[in-house]
Every structure is written in C-alpha cells, then in structure tokens.
C-alpha cells in the first residue's frame, strides 16, 4: 500500500476534483468580480468537463487511493445523474437568484461541493468514504436550504433540516460503528467476505447496525418513518434548491444504499422484510397525504415520498432487474421532478409567488405550451405511458413480479392509482378551470425555457425509446 | 396508416390558432384519408384464414423483448374500419357545436384515433397496454375541456376507474412474461408466442380476473358501469360517439382477443358468471333507462344494456353467440353512435336534452324525424335493421348455451322497443306544447352528410350481413378452436390424473 497519490489516482477522481476546482474558481470570481453575470456559465463549463471525463471513464473500472474509490459504471452512471440534475439546478437558478436578489458565487460553489459529496458516496467502497460524501452533502444542502436570508421560511427549513440531519448522522456513525465491530473492517468487500465466510458470527450487533444504517439513509432518502423534515424543508427553500436536493440527495442516498446493502450485506437478507415494509409505508403516506395538500411545493415534497416508495421496491427486488429500475427511475425522476419544479418557478416570477394550487387555474388558455409541459410531467410523476415515468415503474414493478414479491408489486400500482388523482387534479385545474387570479406576463427566462425543454423532451424521449439508457444500465451490471 | 392521425395531430399544432375552418378541415381530411386506407384492409382482407393479416413487426425495446408488432385479423378489422369510419362522422359533426379551442379539441381527436387504432391493431402485450394507457389522455380532455357542467368530476371518474383496472392488467402482462421466461426460456411480450404456452389453472384464474377486470370497467359490465352515465353526458356529442362506438368495444375486444384465448380455461370456468352478470345489465341497463329523463343518458343506459347483450354472446362459446357479439359490437356503434349525433343536433338547438321539454317537434323537422326513427328502431332490434342481426344470433348462440339465457336475454329486447319508443313518442309525437320548439329548423346539409352514411350502414348490415360475417367467421372459428382445444387437453389430463389416482390406490391394495 503505498501513501502517496499516484497519477492514476487523479485520473480517476477527476470528475470530482473538476467540480472542487471549479468551485474554488467560483468563490474567487464571486469575491473579486462585481457582475455576477458570468458565474453560472463557469459553473456549467465545469459541470459540462466533469460529465465528459466521465463519458472517457465509461467501461473502465478502476480503483483510487488504495480501493477506498471505485470508478465503476456504476458509479460513473450516477455521476451523469448528479451532473445532469445539478446542470439543470443552474438553469433553473439563475433567473430566480437575480430576481430574489440572492445571486452570489457561493451559491454556485457549494452546489458543486454537494455533488462532489455525491459523487463520493456514490463511489465509496469504505464505509467512512461514503460518511465523508454524505457530510459533505448534508452540510452544503443545509446552508443552501437556508440561502434565502431574507426569507424566514428558508432559514427556519434549513435549521429543521441541520438538527434532524445531524441526529440521522448519529445514527449512520452508530451503524457504522456497529458493523465494525461486528465484522471487524470497514471496507465493503471485506464485510461482504467477513459474512459470507463466517456468517452471522454477531448476529445482534449486525442487526443493529444495519438497522441503523437503514435508519441514516432512510433519513435521506426521505423514506416513512423518516420523512417528517421532508414537506417542510421543501417548501421553506428556495426552489431550485427543492429541485435540486429532490433528486440530488435522493439519488446519491440510493447510489450508497444500494451499494452497502447489496454488496456488503448481499448475501445476508434480513433486512429485506425491513424494506418491504418500508417501501410500502413509505409509498401509501406519501400517496395517500399528497392528496389534500394545497400548496404546490408541499405536493411534490410527498410525491417525493413516494417516489422512494417505489424505488424502495427495487432494493426489495434485490435482483439485477431491480437494480436496473433503480437506475432507470432515478434518471427518468431527474427530469420529470426538475421539469415540474421548472414550471412552479415560471410561475413563482417573483420567487416565491404562485405556490397554491389555484393559482394553477385556466393556464392552460393562458399559456399553452407551459401548461402542456407541466401536464407532461405530471403524466410521467403519475406513470401514463408513453412517459419516462411509466417506463421507469414498469421495470421496478415487474422487478418485483419477477422477484416473486407480487403483493408489493399489487400494492405499487394501488398507489399509482391514488397518485393520479392529484397529479391530474393540477392538469384539471389548468386546463379545466378558469383562472382566479391574474398571472403577470413573466419576462423572457431564456434559461428557464432552456431547461424545460430539455426536460419535457426527454420526459418523452425516454417513455418512447429507452432502449438506449437501458443499455447503458446493461453496461452498468455486466461490469460489477 | 395507425399514425397517420398522428401526424395529422402534428401538423394542426403547427397551425395558427385562429384559422378554425382551415383546422376543421385539415382534422378532417385526415380523418378520411385514414378510413380510405381502412377501406383498403377491408377489401384487400383474405377471410379464408385466421392468422394475422398485414403484419408489421420492428424490434422496439429489445432488453425485454418488447416488439412495435401489429396485425389485424376478421374480428380486428370491423373494430378498425369502425374507429376510422366514426372518427370521420365525430370531426364532421363537431364542425359547428366546438367553437372555442377549435385546435386543441382537433388534435385530441386525432390523437385519440391514433390510440384507438393502435389498441386494436396491437400484437404485442406491452405495445397493446401502451396504448391502451395512452388514449385514455385525449379522452379525459375530451371530456374534461370540452364536457358540460359537470365535467370535471365526470372526466376524473372516467380516468380513475378505467386506470384501476388497468394496473391491475399490467401486473398480470408483466407476470405473464416471466411466466413465459421460466417455461420456455424466451423472453417476449409477443401475443401470438403468448398464446402457445399452457397456463396451470391456478394461474390462469388469477390472470383472467386481472384482465377480465380492467375490461369489465371498460365494457362496462354490470357492478361497474356507474362512470359511463357520468361520462357520456357531460362528454361533448362527438365524444360520446367515440366513447359509445368504439371505446367501449375496446372491452370486448380484450376479452376476444386476451382473456379467451390466453385463459381458456378459466374462462370457460366464469362464463356462467359473466353470462349472468351480462343479463343482469340487460335488463338492469334497460330498466334504468326506461327512467331517465335526459335523453342521452337514457342512450348512456341503453348502452349498458346492449353491451350486456355482447357479452352474453362472447360467453355462450358458440359461434353463433361470438358472431352475434362481435356484429352486434359494430352495430352498437353505429346505432348508438348516431343515436348520441341526433341527440346532439337536437341539443345544439334546443340547448337541453330534457325528454318534458319537447314534444311534436316530427311536424317541425320531418327529416329529423325519420332519421332519428330508423335509428331508434336499429337500436331496438327492427328486423331488417342492423341491430336485429347481432342481436338474433346472439339469442340463438345463448339458446345454444343454456336455454334460461335466452329467456331472459329476449326480455331485454322487449323493453329496449317500450324504452326507446317511448322516448321517441314523448319527443316527437303530441302537442306542440313548448313555444321554445316552434322556431326548430330541421337538418343542415352537413348534418345530412353525417347522418346518412350510418343510416346506410345500418340497412347494408340488417339486410345483407355476409360480406361481414364471412370475414370474421374463419377468425372467430379459430378462437373458438383455441378455447375449445385446451379445454379438452385440459380434461383428458384431469383424466389421465385420475386414472392414475386409481391405479396409485389398486396397487396400494
């Protein structure tokens, strides 16, 4: 083992210390320049150089800093869904920030430093690996959380999140702690050849410690009952950063999850009666309490609940295919939840405005093509085919048909149906309602406009064709 | 051809919102051109073989198997020619009574053809569910943008029933699959490979009731018709006809084309059931609308209680009651179809569909009159008239069957003539007693044009049925073969599985 960093090394983490680097950039800019014009467009040029180093790193499966990193694919395919939501997040920032009047380098700059978090849970192969990425993260999303200064909601949603996050952080460092001691190393595939070598030699201690690994990430992942912070913290930030740590946080939360329970503990399953009802808890709340929520925020937060819901079924799956719905729901997810997200910030053109769900009323005469967009997303969040969103709970649920877990699955599309009723109560309210109140005409967003159609249009383009990402998932999981 | 409404739908986004006439007319010629393409299928049909015709099949999604596979044969092809045919009347007919959101209301339309076509014509499970899901988009704008007062509760009732029925039909695909994988190692979602594997029973019973679900609510059958009510009369007129004409067949033709042949024995094991629950909707359809004082959901019932009919033939398994069920499919939504047009000429110009509120409007609109006459008596079953075919053959197949059917079922017949001649005579014969009515002109040269070409079907299929039935008689025999010949195999095994419990216990003593 040798201490020092090899060139390899370097090469290897590359993806992540363009984003470091860019963000250090982005702090310097934002200090000395006065024109705040030109930092969004750093910040994309890193994001865009981090995401082409990935794209050279495909199929190339190698280790950094002595196994404590894999670049794997799959680790690389969750770099490109880190890269693509936080490269919307941009889109859909700048337009709110200057408006809101809170436009600053920091901004930028601690939303690369959050990926950079990401991108190290997503590849740690050593349980302290992913802790570090995963403080890195929370403790980016809680000053961003609370970016809005002036805004007592954002500073109250993000001292919510901080407490609640650093008792979830406990529990993570007590399972981590645990498994140690159960199984005397802290690297995944060492654990993984402790249990399968000698079993259940602390059956309590393993116990526990995976529950409360369940519980760290359960927090994250905003799984039932861990998901109290979630409605609050969504609606108190500033939007963009409800985009962003809606999919961001989700993902990397799954992208470590996936990895420590499948890898680490695969050949041990007792925690998967755990999930089962978890999954199911977590989809039914969610569901079930979406319904008679009136602000829009609020809504998406629980459909974000549920959406872990589903995804949870996958890990219950516990097969390949229920890996490769995993994937696929979370790509499919960036693009319909940004996409939604893009629209409550079209119409909230002062920043916070026009969050109830009346205000959605008679958009669809006043404008069409914003209002056909969000009636897309809202398709796709509820799983009418031909959307990514359909596709997406079509391979988690037959995942789990095939798996045998039928009931989840019968319960899974219970609660699509439920979900139908108030994502299209919004479709209804646009298109079958007549507006209330008088929605200005807001001024050109080029980027805002810019990102929604990237995201409607692969919205479609996935539910039509995935065959392509299907294929990239394929590579994921003949590699591993 | 399936997407050529598609592309129609494509192009009226591209144009201006304003030039209404240009879009009708656009909307239009598409709609024709794609029924002169179904006219093509029609004649160039070889009806001397069952297998699929016309076959198109392009790998789509390729990890699971999943093909872009299309084909249709003789039960299909009637539901083709009558989506494309009622699509034509439905454009033309909406012509004066949409007026605002002219474009949207067009592309749905299209949209909505293309969805309907593509569920008929799909062979694959995954590509069939895809549509099936899909379509139900444009109609709940239909109804929902363009409906009456109440559209919005009947738009979100329409949509929630039908996708309960639905998910459940997808977990079944999606179990039916890996069934597939397990026995025979090939991963495909293929209908026509689907169709060789034999399922245990035990399966079966669940997948059929998955199925059998998801199409009851679209037929509807009897315990979960409450969304059709709703829905047909807040549905603008066009959409009901589409809605009655072919939307609702979308349920039978699953059942034809998925539940028999791929759950035979079980269907066979619940044909009593949904015989009864068949004549149940007869009469209960027929009943209800005796009571209605709206015209058209007393045509909303009545469709309850000639879809009943339908599915009493379908479950008779004999050819005569399949045959009936499929004509009387198509001749439902021909009369039905129409009878929702003339109810909505009248409303276009009286603005109310209360039976109270007219009365002796025959001596103002005498055109009207007879129209509305020949369609009324189609719907009841005149011989001669298309309605008496279907719904003679399906008296004889139930006869066949069990003879308390048919008992039952010929009650229904009496009480659709006393229903909907009574309707006839309070709306048309009498006093002219609302001053309202005076003024009434009668049918516009447009309105002629739409009415005519049903009015002429209805007489071509009530006199000379056989061009139709031929073509469908070679399919409908070889689905009768696929239920009947699983069936006896399934017997012989249960034989063979009790010879061999006797034989287990002679040698035991």
Known sequence: MTTAVSQLDLYMMAPAFILVATSIILLLFGAFQKGKKGLPYICLLGILLSFIVSVMLWNSRGYAFSKMIAVDNYSLFFHFIFLIATGLSVLISTDYLRVRGIESGEYYALLLLTVFGMILMASGLNLIIIFLGLEILSLSLYILTGFDRGEIRSIESSMKYFLLGAFATGFLLYGIALVYGASGSLRLDEIARFIKNNGMSHPLMFFMGTGLLIVGFGFKIASVPFHVWTPDVYEGAPTPVTAFMSIGAKAAGFAAFVRILMFAFGTEVHWVPLLWVLSALTMTLGNVVAISQTNIKRMLAYSAIAHTGYLLIGMVAKSSLGLHGILFYLLAYTFMNIGAFTVVIFLGKNGEENLNLEDYCGLGSKKPLLAGAMAIFMFSLSGIPPTAGFMGKFYLFSAAIKEGYIWLAVLGVMNSLISVYYYLRIVVLMYMKESVKEIGQPSLYLNLICALLITSFVTLYLGLFPSFSLSLIQQVFMVL | ?509
């Open chain 2, 1 to 509: 051809m399936l997407f050529l409404p598609l592309i129609g739908a494509a192009i009226l986004l591209l144009i201006n919102r304003e030039k209404k006439g240009l879009i009708q007319w656009v909307c239009f010629a598409f709609t024709l051109s794609d029924f002169f393409l179904s006219l093509f299928l029609f004649i160039f049909f070889d009806a001397t073989t069952h297998e699929m015709q016309f076959v198109e099949k392009i790998p789509w999604i390729k990890g699971f198997g999943i093909s872009y596979h299309l084909g249709i044969d003789g039960i299909s092809l009637f539901l083709v020619l009558l989506t494309t045919f009622l699509s034509v009347l439905a454009v033309l007919s909406s012509f004066k009574a949409i007026n605002e959101k002219v474009k949207e209301y067009m592309v749905f339309m299209l949209l909505l053809e293309t969805g309907m076509l593509g569920v008929f014509m799909a062979l694959d499970l995954f590509l069939f569910f895809i549509f099936w899901e899909a379509m139900l988009i444009p109609m709940y704008f239909l109804i929902g943008v363009f409906g009456g007062q109440r559209k919005v509760y009947a738009a979100v009732k329409f949509i929630i029933y039908t996708m309960a029925g639905s998910t459940l039909m997808l977990i079944a695909i999606v179990f039916l699959y890996y069934f597939h994988l397990n026995t025979t190692g090939e991963a495909t979602f293929d209908l026509m490979k689907l169709y060789q594997i034999s399922i245990p029973l035990k399966y079966q019973i669940w997948l059929f009731l998955a199925f059998a679900l998801s199409f009851s609510i679209k037929v509807p059958l009897f315990p979960f018709h409450t969304w059709l009510p709703d829905a047909h009369v807040e549905a603008p007129t066009a959409g009901s006809v589409i809605l009655a004409g072919v939307l609702l067949k979308m349920g039978i033709y699953g059942f034809l084309r998925f539940c028999l042949p791929l759950f035979p024995v079980a269907s066979m094991k619940f044909a009593p059931l949904f015989a009864i629950l068949g004549i149940i909707g007869i009469i209960y359809g027929a009943l209800v609308a005796m009571m209605q004082e709206d015209i058209k959901s007393l045509v909303a019932y009545s469709s309850v209680s000639h879809l009943g009919f339908v599915i009493l033939g379908v479950f008779t398994f004999n050819l005569q009651g399949l045959q009936g069920g499929v004509i009387q499919m198509i001749n439902h939504g021909i009369s039905t179809g129409a009878l929702f047009l003339v109810v909505g000429m009248l409303y276009e110009r009286r603005h109310t569909r209360m039976i109270k509120d007219f009365g002796g409007i025959s001596k103002q609109m005498p055109l009207f009159a007879v129209c509305f006459m020949i369609v009324s008596l189609s719907s009841l079953a005149l011989p001669g008239l298309n309605g008496f075919v279907g719904e003679f053959l399906i008296l004889v197949g139930a006869f066949k069957a069990k003879k308390l059917y048919a008992v039952f079922a010929a009650l229904g017949v009496i009480l659709s003539a006393i229903y909907l001649l009574w309707m006839y005579q309070r709306v048309m014969f009498g006093e002219l007693k609302n001053p309202e009515n005076k003024g009434l002109k009668d049918l516009s040269a447009r309105e002629v044009v739409v009415l005519v070409p049903l009015l002429v079907m209805i007489f071509v299929i009530g006199i000379y049925p056989h061009p139709f039935l031929s073509r469908m008689e070679v399919s409908i025999a070889h689905l009768l073969s696929q239920v009947n010949k699983v069936e006896r195999v399934a017997v012989i095994d249960h034989n063979a599985n009790k010879r061999y419990d006797n034989l287990l216990k002679r040698m035991e003593k």
